[in-house]
Antibody, heavy 120, light 108 residues
Framework: QVQLVESGGALVRPGGSLRLSCEAS????????MNWIRQVPGKGLEWVSY????????SYADSVKGRFTISRDNAKNSLHLLMNSLTAEDTAIYYC?????????????WGQGTLVTVSS | SYVLTQAPSVSVAPGQTARITCGGN??????VHWYQQKPGQAPLLVVY???DRPLGIPERFSGSNSGNTATLTISRAEAGDEADYFC???????????FGPGTQVTVL
């Protein structure tokens, strides 16, 4: 069965950095486009970034562009998000999520999320 | 950037029909996907590509999309349908995924 397991969430100071990881299993990871999506507890979903299966194309929300970097290692079935210059507004649960097909397709599987808290 | 609008809340009596709308400029030209999220859980895809249901999603969940409004319809609502529902599209102009703000559905 498809599994996405995020890790790396932590309490970090403003201005700090953090690297999130997502371990994928139960499907051929290298065939799928992947996303990071975040959610402040009790609030709505905010898309953060996506990367296509080959890593040749990425896209970022305006709120994180220039600060966050998405990457993947298809040999290790893993997705990553490097987050720099963190602010309190980056505090959220971060979900790793898989596209069903192309970039315009639905997101058919989500991990359980990892909590990032930015606070002094 | 493309904006999706949703009513903050919808109430429905058990056994009745709930309609959750998602508004956007010419959204009928886009593929709309709908997610259900219950407290403490990750979102769950319930309708994709405007009208299709993933395996395991009851036929009570259906979708439509035309003009400036997409609609998720929950027929014969049950207590277990209480959740937040989010619509989502890919905006080709910005190459961004876009989520609606969400609608909280209460069955009472």
């Amino acid at each position: 069965q498809v599994q996405l397991v995020e890790s790396g969430g932590a309490l970090v100071r403003p201005g700090g950095s953090l690297r999130l990881s997502c371990e994928a299993s139960g499907f051929t990871f290298s065939d799928y486009n992947m996303n990071w999506i975040r959610q402040v507890p009790g609030k709505g979903l905010e898309w953060v970034s996506y990367i296509i299966s080959s890593s040749r194309h990425t896209s970022y929300a305006d709120s994180v562009k220039g600060r966050f970097t998405i990457s993947r290692d298809n040999a290790k079935n893993s997705l990553h998000l490097l987050m720099n210059s963190l602010t309190a507004e980056d505090t959220a649960i971060y979900y790793c999520a898989r596209h069903k097909g192309g970039i315009a397709s639905s997101i058919d599987f989500w991990g359980q999320g990892t909590l990032v808290t930015v606070s002094s | 950037s493309y904006v999706l609008t949703q009513a903050p809340s919808v109430s429905v009596a058990p056994g009745q029909t709930a309609r959750i709308t998602c508004g956007g400029n010419n959204i009928g030209s886009k593929s709309v996907h709908w997610y259900q999220q219950k407290p403490g859980q990750a979102p769950l895809l319930v309708v994709y590509d405007d009208t299709d249901r993933p395996l395991g999603i009851p036929e009570r969940f259906s979708g439509s999309n035309s003009g400036n409004t997409a609609t998720l319809t929950i027929s014969r609502a049950e207590a277990g349908d209480e959740a937040d529902y989010f619509c989502q599209i890919w905006d080709g102009s910005s190459d961004h995924q876009v989520f609606g703000p969400g609608t909280q559905v209460t069955v009472l």
